[in-house]
């Protein structure tokens, strides 16, 4: 909830660790990446109370509060290259389907999973 006394910008979070791991053999590559964000400390009451019997985003503070330790998501990729101008890519991001949000009222994507060709010219 909003805080006078915080010092934290509102709708920015205090923690962010970003790991990326990848590993090429021959002609293939295998990447996994993490990213945690710690919980957003410091957002506008409006969000959280209803105001003269309106909600802004209803259900905002009861999702809020069952996500208090922030969020951790994973994404991976193996990638096949052919040759130096093409390659095959498959793309899983959110890769445990974690329900998330990075702001409030903006869930973000379950999990996804990308084919890829690349060509360089």
Not at 63 to 84: E, I, K, Q, S, W
Request: net charge positive; glycine share 4%.
């Amino acid at each position: 909830m909003e805080n006078p006394e915080n010092t934290i910008l509102k709708y920015r979070n205090r923690h962010m660790l970003k790991i990326d791991f990848q590993l090429d053999y021959k002609k293939w590559a295998i990447g996994l990446s993490t990213r945690y964000t710690s919980l957003m400390e410091n957002v506008d009451d409006v969000f959280m109370q209803p105001i003269a019997n309106t909600e802004i985003l209803p259900g905002y503070g009861d999702y809020r509060n069952a996500r208090m330790t922030g969020d951790l998501v994973f994404d991976c990729r193996l990638a096949y290259n052919f040759n130096n101008k093409y390659k095959l890519s498959i793309l899983a991001n959110n890769l445990l389907n974690k329900e998330y949000s990075n702001r409030p009222g903006n869930v973000m994507p379950p999990r996804t999973l990308l084919w890829q060709f690349s060509a360089n010219f």
